[in-house]
């Protein structure tokens, strides 16, 4: 009996918390690596300006006690939604001064971390992107604003990489649970 609850137990588990078999899992740290190492090389020293748009620190705080399953969404919406301010669709925002291959290969690993990873994001994480959009949108895309564009994506590249690590936290716990 012992054994048979053991098994049904290790299933609903493993049932319950998919994202923590996810093999991206098992990559994300090394691409989350090289993305911020190519971040901080697209340009100059970062910005010091301050960001019209202040920093969702308290969704991100929400997302450290939410389930598992959700932050791996919110991390793969958040490395889509990074991805979209660097893919101006706006005509009249002139691409960033530091366009270059590295910036082609930032783009390339945030495309490679968001893959595999569907669904939605909170209406408030979108917000939050479409008003650093509209602030890049008013300048016409001046190097200043790619600059401010490109602290505030380190500082989510930073928090979402907090994010990654309680998720291995919970996926190293889960797997001591059933050895």
């Given at each position: ?82 991805s979209g301010l660097f893919e101006p669709a706006d005509p009249s925002v002139s ?85």
């Open positions: 009996m012992l054994t048979w609850t053991l098994v049904l137990f290790f299933f609903c588990s493993a049932a319950a918390t998919p994202g923590l078999r996810c093999d991206w899992l098992e990559h994300y740290g090394h691409y989350s690596n090289w993305t911020l190492v190519l971040v901080e090389q697209l340009g100059g020293p970062m910005t010091e300006q301050e960001s019209p748009v202040s920093f969702p620190y308290r969704l991100y705080e929400q997302m450290r006690s939410a389930k598992v399953d959700d932050r791996l969404l919110f991390i793969r919406d958040s490395l889509d939604l990074i691409l960033p001064p530091w366009q270059t291959d590295r910036s082609q290969d930032f783009l390339l690993l945030l495309h490679r971390q968001t893959d595999g990873l569907k669904p939605c994001v909170s209406p408030r994480h979108k917000r939050y992107y479409r008003k650093l959009r509209k602030t890049l949108q008013k300048t016409g895309g001046a190097a200043v604003s790619w600059e401010l564009i490109r602290r505030e994506t380190k500082s989510h590249l930073l928090q979402l990489d907090l994010l990654f690590a309680s998720i291995r936290g919970s996926a190293a716990a889960s797997r001591g649970l059933h050895q």
